[in-house]
């Protein structure tokens, strides 16, 4: 599955909950606040076409200058990530 497929699965379940997305990024990602984190989070495990039950690397970053802070992580399928 791709980044973008992954994306517009995303999209489709969580609709107005995501904020941005970065499919074709370097870094591929989507934000979406911290209140929607626990649904974003199980339905990327519990879907069939994503199963990511792996959660990696979590790092706390501190936007000082926009008075907010944001945690990212990697979601990985099987111990591998998603090409």
Same mark, same amino acid.
């Given at each position: 599955?791709?980044?973008?497929? /992954? @994306?517009?699965? !995303?999209? =489709?379940? %969580? $609709?107005?909950? *995501? $904020? @941005? &997305?970065? #499919?074709? =990024?370097?870094?591929?990602? /989507?934000? /979406?606040? @911290?209140? +929607?984190?626990?649904?974003?989070?199980?339905? %990327?495990?519990? =879907?069939?076409? !994503? $199963?990511?039950?792996? %959660?990696?690397? !979590?790092?706390? &970053?501190?936007?000082?200058? +926009?008075? $907010?802070?944001?945690? *990212?992580?990697? @979601?990985? #399928?099987?111990?591998?990530? %998603?090409?």
């Amino acid at each position: 599955m791709t980044t973008e497929q /992954i @994306a517009n699965s !995303l999209k =489709d379940h %969580l $609709q107005d909950r *995501i $904020q @941005a &997305v970065f #499919a074709e =990024d370097r870094h591929p990602r /989507i934000h /979406i606040h @911290a209140k +929607d984190w626990r649904m974003a989070a199980e339905f %990327l495990r519990n =879907d069939p076409s !994503l $199963q990511m039950d792996w %959660l990696a690397n !979590l790092s706390g &970053v501190d936007y000082a200058a +926009d008075g $907010q802070w944001c945690t *990212i992580c990697g @979601a990985f #399928a099987g111990g591998m990530p %998603l090409q």
